[in-house]
């Protein structure tokens, strides 16, 4: 199976000039200590079809117990704004201040920022770090756990950059299907 490369994240941060201060400025000193990161993906061409591994059977017939796999996976990722804040993270290195991730995510506000923190950090995805310093800085990074929910999360991404055409259609048909109808009645009828 031939190998396609895809850049993940080029950050290149320089370093401000009193970051080797104590306490100051971790997250540029660990910023500015990143390297440009890839991930090879296994990619099939388009238009061919790889068969994927069958599913278990009970997983290929209804009812669906409320405690299966593919619900409880659904349902840790039924937030907005969840996949973007743990890929995000991962970009940033597996950590990040809460600051830098809002400006990392358009449109993400610092509300539902939090909230959805606050969720992945409870699901044990995150960790929230405290340093207690004047003014005390706070860093939410990647557990091990949630290292391991980005594989699927990329997949589903690159799936999304190869079929850019299907979810433009998706797309389009969700918005003619939400415009108000512009026919005008006839009051003849």
Known sequence: MPYWFFPI??????APANAGTPGLNREW???SDLTIRHSFVPRTPKGSHTAMPELPAAYRTAPFDEHCAP?????????KWTTMVLH???????SS????????IPDLSKKMMTQTLRELEQAGLIAR????????VV?????????KFIEPIEMLYHWGIEHADLLERVTAAQHAAERPSQRVEDPCD
């Open 9 to 14: 994240a080029t950050l290149r941060i320089p």
């Open 139 to 147: 860093e939410y990074s990647l557990t091990e756990m949630g290292q």
């Open 97 to 104: 201040r809460p600051g830098h991730l809002l400006r990392s």
């Open 29 to 31: 000193r660990l910023a």
């Open 88 to 94: 995000t993270l991962h970009l940033l290195g597996g």
């Open 71 to 79: 619900r409880r996976l659904l349902r840790l990722f039924n937030g």
């Open 129 to 136: 770090t405290v340093q207690q310093i004047m003014p005390p």
